[in-house]
T-cell receptor, first 113, second 112 residues
């Protein structure tokens, strides 16, 4: 089946650091990739949708200058949390699709000290 | 926009019993409804999905039913096992099927 790889799985860093998370589709070309944020015991909250070669579409309330998304190829999208602060600590999950359904990465647990 | 509600938020059943989780959606244009299972700290995994031209779909112990008129769909798990314990999310497609809106999730506990 379709595999989506997300890296790193866990990041712990100091406040003010920028953190880059990678999402790769390993055995298919993803026309669209999605970035979600998940708080403890809550549902998946869509942050942005990215299509290869074009600018990401951000959901209302998500700061695009804070969460930079680059979708450079059909198999790679990156999310950079710029100047991260403790309130950015969360579980970030990407997903990718080429048709239906979406396939999720393993997620990245980000902890900002 | 689309709004997906899911009930119950928590569900405990004895091993071997059935579990039913129900979702409702608001956008009549939604036409694809996947269900995901998420274990603690892990990725959501697709367990079953249904399209709007079908009323029911079954895969071994798991089944999904869809009532398009009433805009609700349900997940049925029979002969539950402890390894079925997880959080289950329903979702409904939006934006022509490009993305989903997820329900708030149901924490299922199967007691041995």
């Amino acid at each position: 089946g379709a595999v989506v790889s997300q890296h790193p799985s866990r990041v712990i860093c100091k406040s003010g650091t920028s953190v880059k998370i990678e999402c790769r589709s390993l055995d298919f070309q993803a026309t669209t990739m999605f970035w979600y944020r998940q708080f403890p015991k809550q549902s998946l909250m869509l942050m942005a949708t990215s299509n290869e070669g074009s600018k990401a579409t951000y959901e209302q309330g998500v700061e695009k200058d804070k969460f930079l998304i680059n979708h450079a190829s059909l198999t790679l999208s990156t999310l950079t949390v710029t100047s991260a602060h403790p309130e950015d600590s969360s579980f970030y999950i990407c997903s990718a699709r080429d048709g239906q359904p979406q396939h999720f990465g393993d997620g990245t647990r980000l902890s900002i000290l | 926009g689309e709004n997906v509600e899911q009930h119950p938020s928590t569900l405990s059943v004895q091993e071997g019993d059935s579990a039913v989780i129900k979702c409702t959606y608001s956008d009549s244009a939604s036409n694809y409804f996947p269900w995901y299972k998420q274990e603690l700290g892990k990725r959501p995994q697709l367990i079953i999905d249904i399209r709007s031209n079908v009323g029911e779909k079954k895969d071994q112990r798991i089944a999904v039913t869809l009532n398009k008129t009433a805009k609700h769909f349900s997940l049925h798990i029979t002969e539950t096992q402890p390894e079925d314990s997880a959080v289950y999310f329903c979702a409904a497609s939006i934006k022509g099927g490009q993305n989903f809106v997820f329900g708030p999730g149901t924490r299922l506990s199967v007691l041995p």
